[in-house]
């Protein structure tokens, strides 16, 4: 059993600039996939960023289209931690951030279905 826990969330102000966490309980977390969703009242989890291992312990990183370029994920293994930094928010970037983890990758990395473990979610408000 995996457990992921969110931190970084909060309150900010359009154009600022903040950095999830997402940490784990599991030692072999390097093996992972770890991905970011977000997830507005009323609406569908949607599909953030992904990083996961290649070949030859590349990692690789897919981002969706509207946080292309403004948000960047990484990770260090050392300390169980994937980052979701993230900038020039904006206000569509309000919602709850959770962070998920999968063994064996998905096909599509924005299946929900396809993950492992979830975690709790952290609120991020972005105001005018």
């Known amino acids: 059993q995996v457990r992921l826990v969110e931190s970084g969330g909060g309150l900010v102000q359009a154009g600022d600039s903040l950095r999830l966490s997402c940490t784990a309980s599991?030692?072999?977390?390097?093996?992972?996939?770890i991905s970011w969703f977000r997830q507005v009242p009323g609406k569908e989890r949607e599909f953030v960023a992904t990083i996961t291992r290649g070949a030859w312990a590349t990692w690789y990183t897919y981002y969706a289209d509207s946080v292309k370029g403004r948000f960047t994920i990484s990770r260090d293994n050392a300390k169980n931690t994937v980052y979701l930094q993230m900038n020039s928010l904006k206000l569509e970037d309000t919602a709850v951030y959770y962070c998920?983890?999968?063994?064996?990758?998905?096909?599509?990395?924005?299946?929900?279905?396809?993950?492992?473990?979830w975690g709790q979610g952290t609120q991020i408000t972005v105001s005018s």
């Open positions: 998920a983890a999968v063994l064996s990758p998905p096909r599509f990395w924005s299946d929900q279905g396809g993950y492992d473990y």
């Open positions: 599991e030692g072999t977390f390097s093996s992972y996939s």
